[in-house]
């Protein structure tokens, strides 16, 4: 795994049927590398900074606070899961009391959040 560094920005691709929603841009080194909305796993957040986690194990970190980032991020499947976590529904494997699954990777779920993470889900049965 990679760490890099740099800062996010969402740019338009006209060709894309909903522009805005399905990339990003993240400035690296003097390139700005595309990441497909769909393949973010999950963000953590460190103080000032935000590690981004993409389904093929890539690692970004970014200079931006957590909810500056998560305002910059549509919000489709992208959802805030606990003061320091935000996680794209697309990719969560599994829910219990507390934790949730993305990968092999334990996710905590605050309780203030579940609510609204359950009422984006279709969830069937009990």
């Known amino acids: 795994m990679t760490f890099q560094h740099g800062q996010l920005s969402i740019t338009s691709d006209p060709r894309s049927p909903n522009p805005c929603q399905d990339r990003i841009y993240i400035h690296y080194k003097k390139r700005m590398i595309r990441i497909m909305t769909s393949d973010i796993r999950y963000v953590e957040a460190h103080r000032a900074y935000c590690r981004l986690v993409?389904?093929?194990?890539?690692?970004?970190?970014?200079?931006?606070a957590l909810g500056v980032l998560q305002k910059q991020l549509p919000s489709d499947n992208i959802v805030r899961v606990h003061r320091s976590y935000l996680v794209n529904v697309l990719h969560i494997d599994q829910i219990e009391d507390g934790t949730i699954l993305s990968g092999k990777q334990l996710l905590p779920l605050s309780r203030s959040c579940r609510a609204s993470l359950l009422g984006r889900l279709r969830v069937i049965g009990k």
């Open 54 to 64: 993409t389904t093929d194990g890539r690692e970004f970190t970014l200079s931006l």
